[in-house]
T-cell receptor
Framework: AQSVTQLDSHVSVSEGTPVLLRCNYS??????LFWYVQHPNKGLQLLLK??????LVKGINGFEAEFKKSETSFHLTKPSAHMSDAAEYFC???????????FGKGTTLSVSS | DAMVIQNPRYQVTQFGKPVTLSCSQT?????MYWYQQKSSQAPKLLFH???????NEADTPDNFQSRRPNTSFCFLDIRSPGLGDAAMYLC????????????FGDGTRLSIL
């Protein structure tokens, strides 16, 4: 069965330092993977997507993620955190039929000044 | 400009009193989804429409129903809300092409008195 595992439930960084949010996937087929961000009392906003083109994917707000098949990982990074990056982040896969999203449990990112 | 619009943003209803949440989209997407999201959890898919075809998730309670009168609008009806139905309800849309991401609205937070 396909699954997505976010390895950290909570990550804390200082403003200006790098961000790393870790995600591993399990899939029997070539996956489509996404990172979404959710700010308090808001919907989910797409940060970036991987759909079997370039393995290094650049997204909005300076985020990027690298698809590593050998490690079954799709970690999200940003060189320098901003206070506004504090939010919940979801690593998400698409099921094989393309009809449903499979969510990780989410990682809460805290950014301190 | 908001492309998936949910109204109202906050809804309070009484235990057992029917309530309807609304979602509209300007993307002309074929697929519309309803999710329930409880505190500190990932969204949980309730059902979706592919055009006029309704697809219910197996574990969605009968208390939850949906209508899609046209491409732009989709409604979530909760016939007899219980205290456990208090949550954020998210609407999302997706185009027909495979591997496309879903686009989310800002959600309706439902409280039950």
């Amino acid at each position: 069965a396909q699954s997505v595992t976010q390895l950290d439930s909570h990550v804390s960084v200082s403003e200006g330092t790098p961000v790393l949010l870790r995600c591993n996937y399990s899939s029997s087929y070539s996956p489509s993977l996404f990172w979404y961000v959710q700010h308090p009392n808001k919907g989910l906003q797409l940060l970036l997507k991987y759909t079997s083109a370039a393995t290094l994917v650049k997204g909005i707000n300076g985020f990027e993620a690298e698809f590593k098949k050998s490690e079954t990982s799709f970690h999200l990074t940003k060189p320098s955190a901003h206070m506004s990056d504090a939010a919940e982040y979801f690593c998400v896969s698409l099921n094989q039929a393309g009809t449903a999203l499979i969510f990780g449990k989410g990682t809460t990112l805290s950014v301190s000044s | 400009d908001a492309m998936v619009i949910q109204n109202p943003r906050y809804q309070v209803t009484q235990f057992g009193k029917p309530v309807t949440l609304s979602c509209s989209q300007t993307l002309n997407h074929n697929v519309m989804y309803w999710y329930q999201q409880k505190s500190s959890q990932a969204p949980k898919l309730l059902f979706h429409y592919y055009d006029k075809d309704f697809n219910n998730e197996a574990d969605t309670p009968d208390n939850f129903q949906s209508r899609r009168p046209n491409t732009s609008f989709c409604f979530l009806d909760i016939r007899s809300p219980g205290l456990g139905d208090a949550a954020m309800y998210l609407c999302a849309t997706k185009g027909a092409r495979p591997k496309q991401p879903q686009h989310f609205g800002d959600g309706t937070r439902l409280s039950i008195l």
